[in-house]
């Protein structure tokens, strides 16, 4: 792989610059791709854009940025943030404060805007294979914002698909977090965390995302993940109705596509569901009450990390049975047994002494109810 330094002026760059949203965002006289596949959305908030500016207007030197050949031009690898900053400057998207006043770059004297667009900004170039410049692009990352699994899975998997992907779930405000969505789901579309997990619920793990996406890649558009991604919440607000804000808390972030992939042709009666969570919330043996929906769909009680009985109880209860246990009527050392509700909690049994006796390990984990 062949690499070159080179100086580019901010007049140079700025030169062409256009914001065509999905369509790309290109400068340097329309040869420069500011934002291909492999990078992710400008995230840079006012403190960091205004720094950049700074830099430039004092003449101090901004950390060198890398472009890689692509075609008869070139691709961004590394400082699109920067230069989108400078970008949106010079093209009069915001004002940065000069000597005190907020002044866009119409508003600066001759002077002053032709000392920012004379300033070199400091670029490395690559020429080489895909492969080549993807390795590349991720060695000259590890120094910076580490990228996330998605972000470089949609650099082998850049397409019609991807594109149209990234208009519902990777945006500011995309359609995927709206109508009450982000109340559910973890994460920012930005950094693809919202298309991470549209994707892992649809493939079935995040095993299977690069399947998904390879199987995919060409299509031209993403509307069957876009599809199921309402489908799965139109079915968790048809199954558990009650989102206000404190059951959100207990909702947001849970497998909701795990769990409707897995449940969404199982009968299930809306208001029985509801019953059974007030009196989950309210029962003191449930200490995990975010585990409360997916207990009700799957009936498996490790979700709602139900109380155990404390040392002090276990050491009194092994006592009085003089480590024998009475299953199989066996002596053990403390070490070799386990406390144990005699009347299980879905029967009604509460975590106390008078419901608590030593089973050693084999007779406890083979208990049935367990």
Known sequence: MKIDHQDVKVSELVDGYKDSQEQGVFGYGGKLNIRPAYQREFIYKEKQRNAVIETLRNEFPLNTMYWAVSGDGFELMDGQQRTI???????GDYSVDFDGTPKFFHNLTGDKKQKIL????????????????LDWFKTINIAGEKLTDQELRNAIFSGPWLTD?????????????????????????????????????ISGGKANIENYMGAHQHDADADELWQYWQRVFAWVKQVFPNQDSARARLMKGLPWGALYNTHKDDKLN?????????????????????????????????????????????????????????????????????????????????????????????????????
Not at 118 to 133: A, M, Q, R
Not at 170 to 186: H, I, M, T
């Open 165 to 201: 992907a990234k208009r519902w779930f990777s945006k500011s405000g995309a359609p995927a977090v709206q109508e009450g969505r982000d109340k559910l789901v973890n994460g920012a579309p930005l950094r693809q965390d919202i298309l991470e997990t549209a994707l892992e619920w």
């Open 118 to 133: 004379d300033y070199k900004l400091s670029i490395y170039v690559c020429e080489g294979t895909d492969s080549e410049k």
């Open 270 to 370: 809306a208001q029985q569901l509801e019953t059974r969570i007030v009196e989950l919330i309210d029962d003191d043996e449930v200490e995990n009450k975010r585990g409360i929906y997916e207990y009700l769909l799957t009936d498996n009680e490790k979700t709602l990390n139900l109380r155990a009985f404390d040392e002090k109880t276990k050491q009194k209860k092994f006592a009085e049975q003089k480590g024998q246990c009475p299953k199989c009527g066996k002596g053990f050392e403390f070490g070799e047994m386990e406390a144990d509700h005699i009347i299980p909690w879905h029967e009604g049994g509460k975590t106390e002494y008078a419901n608590c006796q030593m089973l050693c390990r084999l007779d406890n984990r083979t208990k049935s109810g367990k």
């Open 85 to 91: 900053s400078i970008c949106q400057f010079v093209n």
